[in-house]
Antibody, heavy 121, light 113 residues
Framework: QVQLQESGPGPVKTSQTLSLTCTVSGASISSGYNWNWLRQHPGKGLEWIGYISNSGSTIYNPSLRSRVTISVDTSKNHFSLSLSSVTAADTAVYYC??????????????WGQGTLVTVSS | DFVMTQSPDSLAVSLGERATINCKSSQSVLYSSNNQNYLTWYQQKPGQPPKLLIYWASTRESGVPDRFSGSGSGTDFTLTISSLQAEDVAVYYCQQYYATPYTFGQGTKLEIK
């Protein structure tokens, strides 16, 4: 059973960089999955941020592309999100999700529990 | 971007009755080369991440009760719960994965009447 767990340093100040890590268990980070980040603003719907594929290629949401980097650390079996120049509008629950392609690339089979990131001055 | 619009925004249904949620895409999500609709449905309960219920518009994920069914093609889709149970109270989202950026509907909140 694939399990994902987000972790991060806690609150972030305006204009700084938000950094989160998603640790994967039950599967190798190098196996045939796409590893995604999504977010959900408080009381709102879901927004896809981007993914990194098992080959290391990345695709980002154009609305965030200039500020986002997703990377993989195979030695630690985790992948990471970096979002720069944050504002209060980036306050959200951030989820990592895995997509094994069995139900189609872009259909999220596995989700982390989510972590609330608050941006304040 | 594909704009996904769900209706209604909220829905109250009696236990044992049918619940129907609609999802409309601004563009077709039917991929002609494999005749699959790149449309999923998720269920999200308070304090939990979304859970995949249906993919390819009508294929139930393993372990999902058969009272949940998906239908539709192209731009118009429906999630039906045939006999509402108390544990089905949640927010339901549709999502297209035909093209990036993947996009979601705004969600439909399902409650017990």
């Amino acid at each position: 059973q694939v399990q994902l767990q987000e972790s991060g340093p806690g609150p972030v100040k305006t204009s700084q960089t938000l950094s989160l890590t998603c640790t994967v268990s039950g599967a190798s980070i190098s196996s045939g999955y796409n590893w995604n980040w999504l977010r959900q603003h408080p009381g709102k719907g879901l927004e896809w941020i981007g993914y990194i594929s098992n080959s290391g290629s990345t695709i980002y949401n154009p609305s965030l592309r200039s500020r986002v980097t997703i990377s993989v650390d195979t030695s630690k079996n985790h992948f990471s999100l970096s979002l720069s120049s944050v504002t209060a509008a980036d306050t959200a629950v951030y989820y990592c999700a895995g997509d094994n392609g069995a139900s189609g690339v872009g259909s999220f089979d596995y989700w982390g529990q989510g972590t609330l990131v608050t941006v304040s001055s | 971007d594909f704009v996904m619009t769900q209706s209604p925004d909220s829905l109250a249904v009696s236990l044992g009755e049918r619940a129907t949620i609609n999802c409309k895409s601004s563009q077709s999500v039917l991929y002609s080369s494999n005749n699959q609709n790149y449309l999923t449905w998720y269920q999200q309960k308070p304090g939990q991440p979304p859970k995949l219920l249906i993919y390819w518009a009508s294929t139930r994920e393993s372990g999902v009760p058969d009272r949940f069914s998906g239908s539709g093609s192209g731009t118009d889709f429906t999630l039906t719960i045939s006999s509402l149970q108390a544990e089905d109270v949640a927010v339901y989202y549709c999502q297209q994965y035909y093209a990036t950026p993947y996009t979601f509907g705004q969600g439909t909140k399902l409650e017990i009447k």
